[in-house]
């Protein structure tokens, strides 16, 4: 499985960007799709997922009604949406698959990832 992330950059802040993470090498509608995103200095936190039909999306609360992932089964591809964008959102941005994830909880636990891709770099001026 090999996930490529791409669509970073500089935004300022109240500006949008959006994420395609493109799956290859795996049934894409076997998967479950995560973003996950790690600022200097801290760990790396969830910020979205979306199960593997794309009927059920989660969402960290700091990025709720601001963020919108969705997936593309033509595509292979996951997006993450984001607007209004806060300096805070400033991290790279990571996406995961996994088969085996069925839960809330497990969807939001990035040890439970199989697969990641490389990262993408969002930074949002003030």
């Known amino acids: 499985v090999q996930l490529q992330a791409s669509g970073g950059g500089l935004v300022q802040a109240g500006g949008s960007l959006r994420l395609p993470c493109a799956a290859s090498?795996?049934?894409?509608?076997?998967?479950?799709m995560g973003w996950f995103r790690q600022a200097p200095g801290k760990e790396r936190e969830f910020v979205a997922a979306v199960n593997w039909n794309g009927g059920v999306t989660y969402y960290a609360d700091s990025v709720k009604g601001r963020f919108t992932i969705s997936r593309d089964y033509a595509k292979n591809t996951v997006y993450l949406q984001m607007n209004n964008l806060k300096p805070e959102d400033t991290a790279v941005y990571y996406c995961?698959?996994?088969?085996?994830?069925?839960?809330?909880?497990?969807?939001?636990?990035?040890?439970?990832?199989?697969?990641w891709g490389q990262g993408t770099q969002v930074t949002v001026s003030s």
């Open positions: 995961a698959a996994d088969h085996n994830l069925s839960s809330p909880a497990a969807r939001r636990d990035l040890r439970l990832y199989d697969y």
């Open positions: 090498g795996v049934t894409f509608s076997s998967l479950s």
